[in-house]
């Protein structure tokens, strides 16, 4: 069983920053994908980033959504048990609650279905 912990949410103007922290309890959490995903009012969750502790065949261990390329990056601190999101150049179209999930495969999985832990979530406002 893993329980993750969301933080660092909070009311940023547009073209500002955040970082946002997970917090997972459990055992062998380096062998995780780590994901973030978000929610906005009225629209389904969708995939943010996702990260695994090892390089796989396509020589990345990250995958972003095309809407955060470039703005967004994703870490881990397996020492931690805590996975991060940094946010630059927010837009209001970021605006959404904020969720982190583990996967007990190392695959970068894109869809929330294959996420078997999820935290509370952590509301991010991007005002105009």
């Known amino acids: 069983q893993v329980q993750l912990v969301e933080s660092g949410g909070g009311l940023v103007q547009a073209g500002g920053s955040l970082r946002l922290s997970c917090a997972a309890s459990?055992?062998?959490?380096?062998?995780?994908?780590m994901g973030w995903f978000r929610q906005a009012p009225g629209k389904e969750r969708e995939f943010v980033a996702a990260?695994?502790?090892?390089?796989?065949?396509?020589?990345?261990?990250?995958d972003y959504a095309d809407s955060v390329k470039g703005r967004f990056t994703i870490s881990r601190d397996n020492a931690k048990n805590t996975v991060y999101l940094q946010m630059n150049s927010l837009k209001p179209e970021d605006t959404a609650v904020y969720y982190c999930?583990?996967?007990?495969?190392?695959?970068?999985?894109?869809?929330?279905?294959?996420?078997?832990?999820w935290g509370q979530g952590t509301q991010v406002t991007v005002s105009s």
């Open positions: 459990g055992r062998n959490f380096s062998s995780y994908t």
């Open positions: 999930a583990a996967d007990p495969r190392q695959r970068l999985a894109v869809s929330a279905s294959v996420y078997d832990y």
């Open positions: 990260i695994v502790s090892v390089i796989m065949r396509s020589g990345r261990n990250t």
